[in-house]
């Protein structure tokens, strides 16, 4: 009788603390699911600056950067928990502003878990574009990743559409807004569908190839102009500045993309920096206490972009012997540099 009562309480000791971790971490997932809308509107460094007093918020970052966390797989809490109960490596948070002379360390933290499966290919291909940005890889006389588009227009193709959800804080409607795009040129065509529970409303407008609307002075706000740059004023319905970048989640693929004010900080967008689409875009009346937003969701311009302005990315999976050796110390920075720059320009590699 004690025998069996001791071993009963060593299964207790031992199961107890496991219950109680299964439990935190299970905590921990939910205040991750409850921050992740921030954190894709923020950008990891505002989102950092607003939250780095938060208990678990590194967690969260693991989990936002493990390519389980995008999976509709019935297994995904149990993947992202057993995630959790590894241990956290703090990762360097990525600067995207700075350029540097030697390669960031999150680079390669980058690289080594896309190697080992743990990044999607954008993480990749991100650090990638850091490098040439940083001059430290160099493509010129290469033909990756050409412009199909005159910069400094808008660049959509004939039968492009985009679906937005718009919601006003004053009422419980929800409006479903549909734009369709004619052939590209000076003067672009547009067919407009408005739904809401009410009605449905059909129009046709055209803008020209700065995106104001015809026959007035008013700047269209759900497209603009390429590139989409740091630093640069916009025209939309309001006048906006871009301040930084994020890796914006649309569907199944994690979008490059900028994020924009207007001086009052009450009008905020999200842009796609390939297409110019507006991804999400918020405007907060402070004094009336109300809120518009319109967050898109659907186009097909997306997986035409080779028609508009990037070729398609491509990573052929040899490439992760390569990675493996550089991360392992095997070949220099400056071999892999030199290597990746060589894909590049013959287009073996397009990112």
Not at 60 to 88: G, H, K, M, Q, V
Not at 164 to 169: E, F, T, V
Request: charged share 25%; hydrophobic share 35%.
């Amino acid at each position: 009788m004690y025998k069996l009562l001791l071993a009963s309480l060593l299964i207790l000791a031992v199961s107890t603390p496991l219950a109680f971790a299964s439990s935190d971490q299970e905590k921990t997932l939910k205040q991750c699911e409850g921050l992740y809308p921030e954190f894709e509107t923020l950008g990891k460094l505002k989102f950092l600056e607003r939250y780095m007093h938060q208990p678990n918020i590194r967690s969260c970052l693991t989990l936002y950067n493990d390519i389980a966390w995008f999976s509709e797989d019935s297994d995904r809490a149990d993947r992202l928990i057993a995630l959790l109960a590894e241990p956290i490596t703090p990762k360097q948070v990525r600067d995207r502003f700075d350029r540097t002379d030697s390669i960031p360390q999150w680079i390669k933290n980058d690289a080594l878990r896309w190697y080992q499966g743990k990044e999607l290919d954008n993480t990749y291909s991100y650090g990638i574009r850091f490098l040439i940005n940083s001059k430290m890889i160099d493509i010129s006389g290469g033909t990756s990743d050409q412009t199909l588009c005159d910069p400094d227009r808008i660049c959509v193709v004939k039968d492009n559409y985009i679906r937005y959800s718009i919601k006003y804080s004053q009422s419980n409607d929800i409006t479903n807004l549909t734009h369709t795009f004619g052939d590209p040129g000076d003067i672009i065509a547009i067919s407009s569908a408005e739904t809401t529970k009410k009605e449905k409303i059909r129009d046709n407008f055209h803008i020209d190839s700065d995106g104001i609307i015809g026959g007035t002075k008013q700047y269209y706000r759900f497209v603009h102009k390429i590139p989409s740059e740091l630093g640069v004023k916009i025209n939309s319905a309001y006048e906006i500045k871009t301040a930084n970048e994020v890796v914006f989640p649309f569907k199944n693929q994690q979008r490059d993309a900028v994020v924009a004010w207007d001086k009052t900080k009450q009008y905020q967008e999200v842009i796609d920096k390939q297409t110019g689409i507006v991804l999400f875009a918020k405007y907060t009346d402070r004094i009336k206490k109300t809120q518009w937003s319109a967050d898109l969701t659907d186009t097909n311009a997306f997986s035409k972009e080779t028609k508009i302005q990037y070729k398609k990315m491509s990573i052929p999976s040899w490439i992760k012997g390569t990675v493996k050796w550089w991360v392992g110390g095997e070949i220099s920075d400056e071999e892999y540099l030199r290597t990746i720059g060589y894909l590049l320009k013959n287009d073996v590699m397009r990112i």
